[in-house]
């Protein structure tokens, strides 16, 4: 009888034993030889999971529009932003950031049309005739950041001889920056330099109508009077929200420190009835002969810049977290801790801020582990 040859299946090239060290060693499972010096192991749930992969991987994919062409409605989705009422949509938008703000615009069509509908991002003075026209012009948008770094004479109305500010709505503004060469030489001889009468009116009145639960950066001129004490650090109080306070110096030479209105005191005073965690200080520019002294102990980030031959002393400053020694002409961190305020400044930091972490931007408890 003629014995009929079965046909052999073709299978993988499996092995079950493995030679190590000259010696046969069997595998707790299969393994397959792909190549001359490649081994999969576990060849069996490898090929399982594989396949298991693939039936999902290989399911057509739902027909869903696209985020820019679809148009969200409460009988789409009943958890859509777009569902809300617009007045929560605009008691959401209050708390909101300005790039979240913008970030919010670019999801669908509906959001865009209501928050163009009623603010307007970033405004910077001078702009456009044009702009400027449309934002006083009933229904006034509302501006959510506002920039100027030019002296006011130049924002005047040549028409009316007005400055622009008070057309505009700014009662929902988040972010305020108000700089430039606002300033007028003091009588005396000394390098001090005093704020227009114009710069601190239009500021305070600014800051009386701009809401307090929206405004979360503030950026202004300082001057070493009592002004900033009397009037403008009291106007800040009402901020629960200001999270950052850039204040802007140009003189040269401290007063004396047994006069009321010196520096230190005028930035101990701004710094304290704020509620902001962040504190910039810009062109402070001090004599090797004088100090600043700062004193604030919520305060988690300071970046100060005091010129090459400023000195600090920081007292109560247990929260600070983060510290940067800035430089006026390039404003990024390049003096050495050790170095500045002749030595004294980081033992000043042993003592009044044992909780710092970061001196330009470098980590001291991941230094310390090195």
């Known amino acids: 009888m003629s014995q009929r040859k079965r046909k052999r299946k073709p299978h993988p090239n499996y092995v079950n034993w493995m030679r190590e060290s000259k010696r ?13 010096d490649i081994m999969m192991y576990d060849v069996i749930n490898v090929t399982t999971v594989i396949q298991e992969r693939a039936c999902i991987d290989h399911q057509p994919l739902p027909n869903i529009p696209s985020a820019t062409t679809m148009s969200l409605s409460p009988s789409q989705s009943d958890k859509s932003l777009c569902s809300l009422p617009a007045e929560i949509l605009y008691y959401l938008i209050d708390y909101l950031d300005v790039p979240d703000v913008l970030s919010l615009s670019e999801v669908n069509s509906t959001l865009k049309m209501l928050v163009d509908r009623e603010y307007y991002g970033h405004l910077m003075l001078p702009c456009k005739a044009g702009l400027l026209n449309t934002l006083t012009t009933p229904p006034r948008l509302k501006v959510l950041r506002l920039t100027t770094n030019r002296c006011f004479r130049l924002l005047l109305n040549p028409k009316t001889g007005r400055l622009p ?3 505009l709505n700014l009662t929902h503004l988040k972010e305020l920056s108000l700089s430039g060469a606002n300033y007028k030489q003091g009588v005396s001889h000394s390098f001090d330099y005093i704020l227009k009468d114009e710069y601190i009116s239009t500021l305070l009145e600014i800051l009386q109508v701009v809401s307090a639960d929206t405004l979360t950066r503030l950026e202004f001129n300082t001057e070493n009077t009592t002004r900033m004490v009397t009037h403008v650090a009291p106007a800040l109080r009402k901020f629960r929200r200001l999270q950052c306070l850039t204040l802007h110096g140009r003189s040269p030479d401290a007063p004396d420190m047994s006069q009321p209105q010196n520096g230190s005191l005028v930035l101990t005073m701004l710094a304290n009835n704020s509620y902001a965690t962040q504190l910039e200080l810009k062109k402070y520019l001090l004599k090797e002969s004088n100090v600043l002294t700062l004193s604030c ?6 970046r100060v810049d005091l010129g090459k031959t400023g000195n600090m002393n920081l007292v109560d400053m247990r ?31 042993a003592e009044a801020s044992p909780n710092l972490r970061y001196c330009n931007y470098v980590d001291l408890k991941r230094l310390e582990m090195m």
Do not use: Q
Request: a negative charge; proline letters at 4%; one cysteine or more.
């Open 319 to 349: 929260c600070l977290e983060e510290l940067v020694l800035l430089s006026a002409d390039f404003m990024t961190g390049c003096y050495c801790p050790r170095h500045h305020s002749h030595g004294s400044l980081v033992r000043n930091l």
């Open 24 to 36: 046969l060693k069997r595998l707790s499972e299969p393994a397959e030889v792909i190549d001359e």
């Open 165 to 167: 500010f008070n057309e």
């Open 297 to 302: 102990h919520w305060i988690r980030v300071l």
